[in-house]
């Protein structure tokens, strides 16, 4: 089982910039398919970004397309979400997902097809 752990969360002001990392442990991440997941007050959890197993392949939600961009670094178990001109919508805790994948998987963007999940690190952007 994959042991993840975001960080990088923090309140900012419209505008600004953050960088959000994820860590694995417990298994090799080179055999998964990552994703960003978002959970604002009251709301449903929606995906944010994902990022197939080789790395080849992104999604976005419309809403972050072009602010935002996800990426993995597998020798050092980590995936990134690096997120600019932050707007105060984007506030939400933000969860970092692994799912199993072979090399031809598409990306997932559903909250069932990933099978391991972080708790979360909070971004607050303020107006």
């Known amino acids: 089982q994959v042991q993840l752990v975001e960080s990088g969360g923090g309140s900012v002001q419209a505008g600004d910039s953050l960088r959000l990392a994820c860590a694995a442990s417990g298994v090799s991440f080179s055999r998964y398919g990552l994703g960003w997941f978002r959970q604002g007050l009251g709301n449903d959890r929606e995906f944010v970004a994902g990022i197939t197993r080789s790395g080849s392949s992104t999604r976005y939600r419309d809403s972050v397309k072009g602010r935002f961009f996800i990426s993995r670094d597998d020798a050092k178990n980590t995936v990134y979400l690096q997120m600019n001109s932050l707007k105060p919508d984007d506030t939400a805790v933000y969860y970092c997902?692994?799912?199993?994948?072979?090399?031809?998987?598409?990306?997932?963007?559903?909250?069932?097809?990933?099978?391991?999940w972080g708790m979360g690190t909070q971004v607050t952007v303020s107006s």
């Open positions: 997902a692994a799912g199993q994948a072979n090399v031809l998987t598409p990306v997932y963007t559903n909250t069932g097809q990933y099978t391991d």
